[in-house]
């Protein structure tokens, strides 16, 4: 080839390779497809690949829905003061809807129901999508109470908003102490002296551990968020370089039940996510990080109590030879008076029936703590056991939960392929491009700044006039480079 030809080669963007899978000569592979070739010794080069499917599903707390819908005629009422969902307390507004008979809601994931301690945001979205009425408690501003049913086919606007989701990989878990924990990452009360461990992440199936520096993912690419197409719109709270994660929104018109809902913890409920984001290879050196398989993936294993490291093992420890799904085998029930395993399930995937345990697997998270919990070794997977030196001691570690579905991460990697192939998703590009340095402490906006703008203050940034900026609202975006003020600042306007 010649030098012009060897460039192209080099390099690609997202139009060129949306262009070959509009012309039915693109290969996409999802990210497990790709590990088991590089397993098995293949060789695979730039031209061999252009788009990788990746994918996700776990505990996300940083979970928010934004909710608008009618509940009475206008005028019925001035404006509501406080709203339950199905007992999930809300934050009313911020738009009043003064005397519309209409209410504006901000319901976070990890709310908690004020009458079931089993139900929580994540338990009331995955209703919502399910299509199940929902009740809504309103107490308006002058005292009065009322109720009403309702359901997502009644409710025109109800987006999912990340704050924090997908992050490249995250921890695993012990208790060294004496007593046991309650925490979000164990739905038990957390056993201590290193008798049990948990974990999170997908490992080489986890979407920023296959594109680290953010060379495909930023603001404005399309993702699939709970089987939704929704798009990201930036980095999340407490990202860091070597650690990122993703903000980002989807409809809940058009989420998928299976992907999304409630866990129980012994903290309380938290909410679960499952992304889906394409991977376009537009180079080399992305190939690197696309290739990484499991055991070369750190993982650091850490005290609950203070998230001290302890030592530092791989996702291949927890996820090679381990079994993605849990297996429930009936007639090794014993039929116990009390089910230990319906008691403990996070998920309410089990439950007590005259002949024994029954299983409902579409609800299954194969999380695997039923394996521990049941007497008659009806419910089965191998979760591993774990190596670690802590205080000069070897100790083996059995895993007992596991708070990442990869079984659905899979599926969802999957689903997403088929939909770029037959082009009813399509690859877009990022209106802007994630800046991992913006994170780092050191880039902190100067106090100077902050005298500069006050609340009320007219700012003119690049010939436009923002009269009613307020102070929290510019100092936000003040923290951008100073040439995209403008371009942010209209963005987040119009």
Not at 105 to 113: C, D, E, F, N, Q
Not at 258 to 287: D, H, Q, R
């Amino acid at each position: 080839m010649n030098g012009a030809s060897d460039n192209i080669e080099e390099h690609r963007t997202i139009p060129e390779i949306q262009a070959k899978i509009d012309a039915g000569d693109a290969v996409v592979l999802t990210a497990e497809e790709i590990a088991a070739r590089i397993s098995a010794g293949d060789e695979i080069g730039l031209e061999d690949i252009d788009v990788v499917t990746t994918a996700t599903r776990g505990i996300m707390s940083g979970t928010y829905a934004v909710l608008s819908f009618k509940v009475s005629e206008p005028d019925s009422f001035i404006k509501a003061s406080e709203v339950l969902l199905n007992g999930v307390p809300a934050v009313v507004g911020p738009c009043p809807n003064e005397r519309l008979g209409v209410l504006d809601l901000i319901v976070l994931g990890t709310a908690h129901s004020i009458s079931d301690h089993h139900y929580g945001g994540g338990h009331l979205f995955r209703d919502l999508v399910e299509g199940k009425n929902i009740k809504v408690d309103v107490t308006t501003s002058e005292g009065d109470r009322f109720s009403v049913e309702t359901n997502l086919s009644k409710i025109p606007f109800a987006r999912l908003h990340a704050t924090r989701h997908a992050f490249k990989n995250y921890r695993a878990f012990v208790n060294p102490g004496k007593e046991p924990v309650e925490t979000i990452f164990h739905a038990l009360p957390f056993e201590g002296e290193f008798k049990e461990m948990t974990f999170c992440g997908c490992g080489e199936l986890n979407p920023i551990e296959n594109d680290p520096k953010l060379e495909t993912i930023g603001i404005g690419t399309r993702v699939l968020i709970n089987g939704a197409e929704g798009f990201v719109t930036g980095q999340g709270t407490r990202s860091a370089p070597d650690n990122p994660n993703l903000t980002g929104f989807a409809d809940l018109h058009d989420m998928v039940p299976e992907y999304m809902g409630g866990f129980i913890t012994s903290a309380g409920p938290e909410i679960i996510n499952t992304w889906a984001v394409p991977i376009p290879v537009l180079n080399k050196g992305m190939l690197e990080n696309i290739f990484k398989l499991d055991s070369q993936i750190p993982l650091k294993l850490v005290d609950i109590s203070g998230r001290i490291p302890l030592c530092e093992i791989t996702y291949g420890d927890v996820w090679n030879n381990a079994d993605l799904n849990v297996k429930y085998e009936p007639e090794n029930c014993i039929n116990c008076e009390v089910c230990c395993v319906a008691e403990a399930c996070p998920m309410g995937a089990i439950s007590k029936g005259e002949n024994g345990a029954e299983h409902k697997p579409e609800l299954c998270f194969n999380c695997g703590l039923c394996i521990s919990r049941c007497r008659g070794e009806a419910f089965s997977a191998n979760l591993g056991t774990v190596s670690c030196g802590v205080g000069g001691c070897l100790r083996d570690v059995k895993v007992t939960l596991r708070q990442s579905d990869r079984a659905r991460a899979v599926k969802a990697a999957q689903e997403l392929k088929e939909q770029i192939l037959t082009g009813k998703f399509r690859l877009t590009e990022q209106v802007e491009k994630n800046n991992l340095e913006r994170v780092r402490p050191e880039n902190k906006p100067k106090l100077a700044i902050k005298r500069r703008l006050g609340v009320g203050r007219k700012k003119s940034l690049s010939g436009f006039l923002f009269p009613n900026l307020s102070f929290k609202f510019a100092f936000l975006f003040f923290e951008e480079p100073s040439a995209n003020i403008a371009k942010t600042l209209i963005f987040s306007v119009s």
